[in-house]
């Protein structure tokens, strides 16, 4: 195709479907195409005019193929995948106030937010995403709220429909998190093993973070390094994927993800039931495959102390284990100091 082709075909466009078509794989093809012939950038004969027009069509085509859920007064525009899941996927999607709810005194209304749509790959797994909802439920009501920033912010939750096959999926709303990694990614960004006065940081805001749900009387049920978030440049730190919680006395985790059953505190497997000590060990197992041969023999037998196989021996307690592991850190690396951290790139997690 030559460039007089490509804006031949721009100019002749009425709509975007007479330009892109419905195979929607074709049309992106198509468009990378024309983009490189009309762009001013790429070609001594481009025009910013055709690539202005040419973008224009694609932004439209791209809105009216984009799935839209309908759910009361709001209304969801699907967009990027931003992250697969063990048994989710979370897209990035825009949430505003269907036409007929908008109001003429609030145009703020017709003003979209960006919001994360957490859907289950298998309606099987609904009842997992319930779980995670009665669970961020609970800490929201029960839970100190100036810890709240250690867990993911669930904006509502609704059921969608699918039109194509009439499968029934429950659907989480939560607020982005923008800037975070996970530990597997900061353990692949650090093979060798993460210095242990870093890995200190995340350690202490992870008891915080248990402390803060075990106070709302919620186990967690799957410290995992995918579900542990940390912004790097801030030090913050979230645990997310609440899916496998326990939010009852007694309670069982649901489920396992197989890959990781060698960081499993033994009741879980056992089917016995979950207790604060239960993500204590889990906490400890992860820190401890972050730091790898570097943790220091004192911290080697912190761990050792956090991860014995009885529930009833391990400390229960993460605001008093927080305070001991402070105590451990002041005796190897003295005052606490700000240590700044990076990886090698950012992330964003749902």
């Known amino acids: 195709m030559t460039y007089e082709e490509a804006v031949a075909l721009v100019e002749r466009a009425v709509s975007p479907a007479d330009l892109f078509g419905e195979d929607e794989a074709e049309a992106a093809r198509l468009f990378r195409r024309l983009a490189r012939l009309v762009h001013p950038d790429a070609t001594p004969a481009g025009s910013s005019r055709h690539f202005a027009r040419l973008s224009e069509l694609w932004h439209a085509y791209n809105a009216a193929n984009t799935p839209v859920f309908e759910v009361g007064s709001d209304r969801y525009r ?21 036409e007929k709810y908008r109001s003429e005194q609030n145009p703020a209304d017709d003003r979209g937010r960006s919001v994360v749509l957490k859907m289950p790959r298998d309606p099987s797994d609904n009842d997992l995403m319930a779980r995670e909802e009665e669970a961020l439920g609970k ?3 029960d839970g100190e709220p ?20 009439g499968e029934t999926r429950r659907v989480n709303v939560l607020v982005p998190l923008d800037g975070f990694v996970s530990f597997a990614e900061v353990r692949a960004a650090h093979p060798d093993g993460l210095d242990p006065r870093d890995a ?64 499993y505190a033994p009741e ?11 993500d ?20 080697r037998g912190f761990i050792s102390g956090c991860t014995l196989p009885a529930p009833h021996r391990r400390p229960r307690d993460a605001w008093r284990l927080l305070a001991e592991l402070d105590e451990l850190l002041g005796r190897l690396y003295g005052r606490r100091t700000f240590r700044p951290f990076t990886m090698p790139s950012g992330g964003r997690h749902g």
């Open 200 to 263: 200190a940081w995340m350690w202490r805001r992870l008891l915080v973070a248990l402390g803060y749900a075990h106070q709302a009387g919620v186990v967690h049920g799957a410290v995992l390094p995918e579900h542990v978030l940390v912004h790097p440049e801030k030090h913050g730190l979230v645990l997310a994927d609440w899916c496998y919680s326990v939010t009852r006395p007694g309670g069982r985790v649901p489920a396992m993800v197989d890959r990781h059953d060698s960081l």
């Open 139 to 141: 800490l929201r009501r």
């Open 78 to 98: 699907l967009g990027e995948t931003i992250a697969s899941g063990d048994l989710a996927e979370l897209y990035l999607a825009e949430q505003y106030r269907s």
């Open 268 to 278: 879980i497997p056992a089917r016995e039931a979950a207790v604060p000590g239960t």
């Open 280 to 299: 204590v060990f889990m906490a400890s197992k992860c820190v401890a495959r972050l730091m790898g041969g570097r943790a220091p023999a004192a911290l």
């Open 146 to 165: 100036r810890f709240r920033v250690y867990v993911p912010e669930l904006v509502t939750a609704f059921r969608h429909r699918d039109p194509d096959t």
